[in-house]
């Protein structure tokens, strides 16, 4: 069974039943999982952000523990929360990551400014507000723990 949330992530409800039973399911979809990645330059990057600012811009700043320090655990630890994909990036301790909404195709971006000496910054671009509150929480939430 699949099911299509339509860039939603309002819980799907529903009734399983079987020939003695009824079992009632509710399925919310982890946002991460509702964009699959996508692949660009740094300079396409920075020209959709560019276009994504405003109401479609959410940042927040967040202390990154310790064992964050690696670049190998902070990719990880991004894109085990979210399928985007990691758009190189020429500056150092400056992370990039990109994908779309399944449905709608809904450009989603996401940079972590993560300079040493100084609280880091985690800045999401897209025009699916609500994806976009949500990814940051779930982000910082991984970064952080």
Same mark, same amino acid.
Not at 56 to 78: A, F, G, W, Y
Not at 89 to 95: I, K, L, R, S, V
Not at 113 to 119: E, K, P
């Given at each position: ?58 940042? %927040? +700043?967040?202390?990154?523990?310790? @064992?964050?320090?690696? !670049?190998? #655990? ?52 897209? %025009? +699916?507000?609500?994806?976009?509150? @949500?990814?940051?929480? !779930?982000? #910082? ?5």
């Amino acid at each position: 069974m699949g099911i299509n949330f339509s860039d939603s992530t309002q819980a799907a409800t529903f009734q399983l039943c079987t020939q003695t039973r009824q079992f009632y399911v509710s399925i919310q979809p982890p946002v991460g999982e509702l964009m699959a990645p996508v692949f660009m330059s740094e300079n396409e990057f920075k020209k959709e952000q560019a276009k994504l600012t405003g109401m479609s811009e959410i940042t %927040e +700043k967040l202390t990154l523990p310790d @064992m964050c320090s690696n !670049d190998h #655990i902070i990719v990880q630890r991004v894109t085990a929360t979210a399928n985007l994909g990691r758009i190189p990036c020429g500056a150092p301790d400056e992370y990039r990551f990109a994908g779309r909404t399944l449905t709608s195709g809904s450009l989603v971006l996401l940079t972590l400014d993560a300079r040493v000496g100084a609280a880091a910054q985690l800045t999401v671009n897209s %025009e +699916k507000m609500v994806i976009g509150t @949500m990814l940051v929480k !779930d982000v #910082i939430q991984a970064l952080t723990q």
